[in-house]
């Protein structure tokens, strides 16, 4: 027995991955694998979607359109943005307890505020837009509170662990000079995280970029807006317009915020000066642009959110989501539970599909999309093919997790009948290419050494991946498998949306129908499914380690 | 530097946001002018989203336009993306005047009780549905589409899915279970036949208006695509005009609009293109009874 512990332990990896595996195929078990999955004229819908794509519509009042979209969706995602830094800022010094004198105070605090932001940021923005416009109305500021939200939960959480990882002989010889609680929040924590603070929100500022877009779904305006017009007119050519205008905003965002985060990590001093101050302005520049355009060109006033009948609507619709005045609640009917639950494991197993098929081509595809490798700076070879080979994986990547998983699954819902399976294809579709980017990141990273020792000791290219540079990246693989899986199964509700099976296509019936109450019901098995997930990746997060 | 520069970009992100805290109250002060002049709000009509956006702005910017020239109002038309937020922004008071369906218009007027369906076409009190398959697919009867892909058009439409899921089920066809997979809802009528043209789905059924439309205009090309069963008659289509609107606009804003409404289209192309029709006629709340029935039945509202 105590022998047995020890072997356990050593392999355990080896167990987790048969372990992960079995659950993955347990999930495919849950579709009949036949021809019938297809439309029967899935094939020619496909292949007209292709057309588009070869050849999108560049008739000039499209392309204006575009523009007109592109520059209202980076606009709600600044706006949405910037409230959700004073919010992160506020919320997460709280939660990090800095402020707090006493021990007690201090893990209330910490407990408090960390759960309002946990809370914030499990629920879907899209979710939050649908709260917003019903209680609301169609005003801009129901897509910026609902960016704000969300994203404001995820930088706060961030900012509070960031604040809690300071490093504590700064702090201490503040506290020693007789700072104050504020001074030394101000001189003291706040100097040490700033630059992480800002590398982290500009990366998340791009995810806000794509969640502005499918803003749109309930109906707000944007390049979403005019994707879903386009592709209820069957129009793919001009859908895809409208898609290169949002990778374009996305790769304009990556790009920036590369430069950003090369600036604050740079020691080059003179360098990081010069882009760093061009970034302040531009940002202001951008900030200021868009809060005037949603003020004053869209004519929004935040004082009437507050209204008397806004309350008046906002009190009746969540009366309606508590099931006041109604006779037979769903979420207190035994067999309407029944009828979720069920729904509610589709919807798991359409997440883990979803997580499987992207971990299957990213896996295949992330060798040659290290940047390492393309460059034979790795494996001391260099092949002339290896350079194309990354190229192409590498705009793939980027093609992938530029379109959002809504419209993935808005086009797969004509070429697959509607189900579990085009849910997960589009939720694949998209993570495969924020996997695979942070997949080939990891390959580049590592200790180059061990991988040249083996290439020089005549391993070939199949034996490198498999004993030199899988043992090294797995654990770190398997972490953002996790993160991501997290991810996809807040984003499931979304898919379901456009007939893509499981909890979402239930929840758009639902508000198709006013049934407030099944609304709740739905919104009550979300929560579970999430805090299921979030519980199993972080155990199994601290099992690898 | 690198520090202080951050520290720049957060305080002016701050500061910026005050900043705008700011224009909020001047344009606070702003709305409280308007809101001495009543005639200054816009009268807003809507339609539900179930053709072709483009075509149903350029039909429904007409009826705005007409509407606007007869009552002196400005009236605007406000696109919406899906049934449900049409209904949504009627419940609000913030769409005066909406074209709904049948099953919209009993869902509009059970979330706001005082408003009223004043104008239909003649057509709307005879409506009907028809069933469409693919040419040569063996569809002949509605009892063959067991085993079948299916797609309705909007799940609150009443012509692409209440009513031709009723009649599936006078048949005894469960349109949850008895199709090959579950059915599909396309969103719009000319999705719906486009669907079908194209074989993505083997059957569908849709707004016989639409449908004929689709013929006459050679959209749909009728040597793939027929039609097997037509369904009987029940009525459809209104105007349906918010409880606020003689609040609003004054007393006699509702009669007015509603006699506008009567003498349309004209001669707009654009308006008979889009109803489909050459004259509207009065109908009123009760003949949508058999619809809320029905939807009753299909648990479709409570």
Known sequence: MTKLYPSLRLHKRFILTLLLTAIFIWSLTSIHWNSELFHTGGIPTMLQIVEGLLKPNLEPSILLVGL???????????????????????????????????????????????????????????????????????????????????????????????????????????????????QTLIYGYLP???????????????????????????????????????????????????????????????????????????????KGLKSGWFSVFFALLLIAASW?????????????????????????????????????????????????????????????????????????????????????????????????????????????????ELVWAMMIIFIFKPGLLPGA???????????????????????????????????????????????????RFLTYILYRWEVIMRTTIVVGFVGAGGLGMDFKLAMSYFDYTQITLLLLCYMILVIIADFASETTRKAVK | MKKVLSGIILFMLVFSLAACGQTDDKTNEEKDDKKDKKTEEVFKIGAIPDQNASFLQTGMDAVAKELSEATGLKVEYVPSVDYAALVTGFQRG????????????????????????????????????????????????????????FTFGSESSTSGHLMPRYFLSEEGIDA?????????????????????????????ALNISVWEAAVKEGKVDTNKVKVFYTTPDYYDYNWTIN????????????????????????????????????????????NYEKIEQVAKELKIIK
Request: aromatic share 12%; proline share 3%; net charge neutral.
């Open chain 2, 176 to 204: 949850n279970t008895d199709f090959n997979g579950k059915p599909n809802f396309s969103g719009s009528h000319d999705t719906t036949y486009k669907l079908i043209e194209s074989g993505s789905y083997q059957a569908g």
């Open chain 1, 292 to 404: 005037l355009y949603i003020t004053i060109g869209e004519q929004a006033k935040l004082g009437e959110l507050l209204s008397q009948k806004n309350l008046e609507y906002a009190s009746k619709f969540f009366g309606g989501l508590l099931g006041i005045n109604q006779e037979n609640p769903a979420f207190l009917n035994g067999e309407s539970w029944i009828t979720a639950l069920k729904l509610t494991l589709e919807t798991l197993e359409m997440s883990i599909m979803a997580i499987g098929f992207a971990t299957i081509v990213a896996f295949i595809t992330v060798i040659p999309a290290a940047r390492n490798i393309a460059n034979g700076s790795l494996t001391l070879k260099k092949n002339w093919y290896n350079r194309i080979l990354f190229g192409v994986i590498r705009l793939l990547y980027i093609f992938s997790r530029s379109v959002p």
């Open chain 2, 94 to 149: 913030e769409i005066h005047l909406a074209w709904f369906g049948g099953l919209t218009s009993v869902q509009a007027r059970n979330l706001v009780p005082e408003a009223e369906s004043i104008v239909q076409r003649p057509r709307d009190a005879e409506f009907k549905s028809v069933f469409i398959t693919q040419e040569g697919s063996g569809i002949n009867t509605l009892a063959d589409l067991k085993g079948k892909s």
């Open chain 1, 192 to 270: 040490l995280v700033w630059a992480d603070f800002i590398s982290y929100t500009m990366y998340r500022f791009e995810c806000a970029i794509r969640s502005s877009a499918i803003m749109s779904f309930v109906g707000l305006g944007g390049l979403g807006f005019q994707i879903q017009l386009a592709l209820a007119d069957l129009k793919y050519a001009s859908v895809w317009t409208f898609v290169f205008f949002l990778i374009a905003l996305v790769i304009f965002v990556d790009g920036w915020s590369n430069l950003v985060r090369k600036g604050l990590t740079d020691h080059k001093r003179k």
């Open chain 2, 243 to 286: 409880s606020n609107v003689e609040e609003v606009f004054g007393s006699d804003a509702k009669q007015k609009v509603k006699e506008s409404l009567l003498t349309m289209p004209g001669d707009s192309t654009e308006i008979t293109d889009l109803f489909q029709t050459d004259k509207f006629i009065e109908t009123k709340n009760d």
């Open chain 1, 68 to 182: 007109e979209s592109a520059w209202i969706t980076l606009a709600y995602a600044i706006a949405g943005m910037s409230l959700a830094i004073v919010y992160a800022f506020i919320v997460g010094v709280l939660a990090s307890g800095t402020l707090t004198s006493s021990r007690f105070s201090r893990i209330i605090s910490k407990v408090f505020f960390r759960g309002v932001l946990g809370f914030t940021r499990s629920i879907h923005e899209l979710i939050w837009a649908w709260l917003f416009v019903a209680a609301v109305g169609l005003s801009p500021f129901a897509a910026i509170l609902a960016l704000a939200i969300p994203y404001g939960g995820i930088l706060g959480r961030i900012f509070a662990d960031m604040l809690n990882d300071v490093p504590e002989q700064p702090i201490l010889a503040l506290k020693a000079a007789g700072s104050t609680r504020l």
């Open chain 1, 425 to 475: 294809l589009a939720l694949a579709l998209h993570n495969f290419g924020i996997l695979g980017k942070l997949w080939a990141e990891v390959v580049e990273d590592m200790d180059p050494r061990p991988i040249r020792n083996l290439a020089t000791a005549g391993a070939s290219k199949i034996e490198i991946l498999f004993y030199g540079i899988l043992p090294i990246v797995l654990p």
